[in-house]
């Protein structure tokens, strides 16, 4: 268990809709990560929260957003869904140094867009 | 700009033999190197981790890592190999110094064989 949770853990829902996915951090860690594994595209870097402020955008699509927390929880909110968006997201978390710190990643969520 | 490659897409070993699993990166200083194991329907767990210390790094469940640099390399090993390593196993390079996204490779699905 890597301290890193993540809800829900299986979502499954239409194309043209929205959903959000929550991640809480190990306690203590100020950055949180947004990664997506399609079998396409292996795992993905999305994008990069640090005590709240946005630290770094990947390859993340418009119609996807995300926020974290005062309480350094974090939300990725994916809105007009499309088949393709159909993956699994993970978060992961890390200390005070990114540059240095281990991330570490939740179970993650997987979405089925139909 | 920073990138991985994992050789093989598929190694398989017989149990109690040794693994290999190949990786080369590419970065444009001394990277932070990672290798990841996800196991079925699991999130990713952290091996080991190579920050420009000791260029041999031991991991978890008898895994190691050489840094080479002049091969530009971070192979994988295992003296023996049991039934529970069967899982897929991912070479990952830090982004950049100042932030902590990670570049996965695509990934190497080891079997091993009664």
């Known amino acids: 268990d890597s301290g890193v949770t993540q809800t829900p853990k299986h979502l499954i829902t239409a194309t043209g809709q929205r959903v959000t996915l929550r991640c809480s951090p190990r306690?203590?860690?100020?950055?949180v990560y947004w990664y997506q594994q399609s079998l396409d595209q292996g795992l993905q870097f999305l994008i990069q929260?640090?005590?709240?402020?946005?630290?770094a955008k990947g390859n993340i699509l418009e119609r996807f957003s995300a926020q974290q927390f005062p309480d350094l929880h974090s939300e990725l909110n994916l809105s007009s869904l499309e088949l393709g968006d159909s993956a699994l997201y993970f978060c992961?978390?890390?200390?005070?140094?990114?540059?240095?710190?281990?991330?570490?990643f939740g179970p993650g969520t997987r979405l089925t867009v139909l | 700009a920073q990138s991985v490659t994992q050789l093989d897409s598929h190694v398989s070993v017989s149990e109690g033999t040794p693994v290999l699993l190949r990786c080369n990166y590419s970065?444009?200083?001394?990277?932070?190197l990672f290798w990841y194991v996800q196991h079925p329907n699991k999130g990713l767990q952290l091996l080991l981790k190579?920050?420009?210390?000791?260029?041999l790094v031991k991991g978890i469940n008898g895994f190691e890592a050489e840094f080479k640099k002049s091969e530009t390399s971070f192979h994988l090993t295992k003296p023996s190999a049991h039934m529970s390593d069967a899982a897929e196993y991912f070479c990952?390079?830090?982004?950049?110094?100042?932030?902590?996204?990670?570049?996965f490779g695509k990934g190497t699905k080891l079997s091993v064989k009664p």
């Open positions: 992961a978390s890390s200390g005070t140094d990114p540059s240095t710190d281990t991330q570490y």
């Open positions: 306690s203590g860690d100020l950055s």
């Open positions: 929260y640090y005590n709240g402020e946005e630290r």
């Open positions: 990952v390079v830090s982004l950049s110094r100042s932030q902590g996204n990670l570049i």
């Open positions: 970065s444009s200083y001394s990277p932070s």
């Open positions: 190579y920050t420009s210390a000791a260029t």
